[in-house]
């Protein structure tokens, strides 16, 4: 199923897809996401705080995320203004929660009570385990955000494309759907977009050579023991 039409307006940098032939996702035709970007519905905003390192990364997954959710930003940076960013998490009529795990080094503060049918705004850091938690330290505004974790995420499909040390990482992309199926219940259907994925990354694995991997990449942090 054909996905829609890419919209760039929520990436704050540069394409590094710029000699791209297609001009919806801008990307390399051999590597063309549209065929396989699947809209998805979502009531739960989606803001990703993508780090530059991960916006130059063929093999991540957050450019097909973003052109799977309707309401989904992406905005790439390492460090940003107070005022910024305070503007990015928060909008009016929202309660803001971050996708990460309660971890000694970063310690989740108190969360408020659930609002029943409050409008969310979904928080997800892409970067690997070290650099999403600088990137938390660095930022006492994301450190003060209600968090939610996933206890036991799905295995994950991304290992086939790029190596996780341990069993509960997995990318941003499956971080992310799992988190909306968990806030937004049976009305959310992760599934289709989830095999959408499960091609891109077999479509990506059969271009590449398998190799190793020192440190496991483009994961959204997920539970503690996540490195």
């Known amino acids: 199923m ?16 710029c000699r791209a032939a297609c001009g919806r996702c801008l990307r390399p035709s051999a590597t063309c996401l549209c065929a396989l970007a699947l809209p998805t519905a979502h009531r739960t ?3 990703v705080l993508q780090h530059p390192q991960e916006h130059r990364q063929a093999k991540n997954s957050v450019a097909m995320l973003r052109l799977s959710l309707a309401h989904c930003e992406v905005v790439v940076g390492e460090r940003f203004a107070p005022g910024a960013l305070q503007a990015l998490l928060h909008r009016p009529g929202r309660s803001t929660r971050l996708l990460y795990p309660d971890v000694p080094a970063a310690p989740a503060p108190l969360a408020p009570g659930p ?3 409050a409008p969310l705004r979904l928080v997800v850091l892409d970067a690997t385990w070290r650099k999403s938690l600088r990137m938390l330290l660095e ?3 994301l450190a003060a955000l209600p968090r ?3 206890d ?9 494309i790029r190596p996780a040390r341990r069993a509960d990482q997995v990318s941003t992309l499956e971080a992310t759907v799992q988190a909306l199926a968990m806030l937004e219940g049976p009305s959310f259907d992760a599934a ?6 499960g091609r891109f ?9 398998p190799r190793s991997c020192l440190e496991a990449q483009g994961t959204a942090p997920t539970a503690p023991s996540t490195l």
């Not at 036991?152 to 086939?160: E, I, K, M």
């Not at 990354?201 to 050579?209: N, W």
């Open 2 to 17: 054909a996905g829609r039409s890419c919209d760039h307006s929520g990436l704050n940098g540069p394409s590094t897809f």
């Open 45 to 47: 905003e989606v803001l």
């Open 115 to 117: 609002v029943a049918g």
């Open 139 to 141: 930022h006492p505004a």
């Open 148 to 150: 939610i974790a996933l």
């Open 152 to 160: 036991a995420p799905a295995p994950t499909r991304y290992r086939a």
């Open 192 to 197: 289709p977009l989830l095999d959408a994925f």
């Open 201 to 209: 990354v077999a479509g990506v694995a059969a271009r590449q050579r």
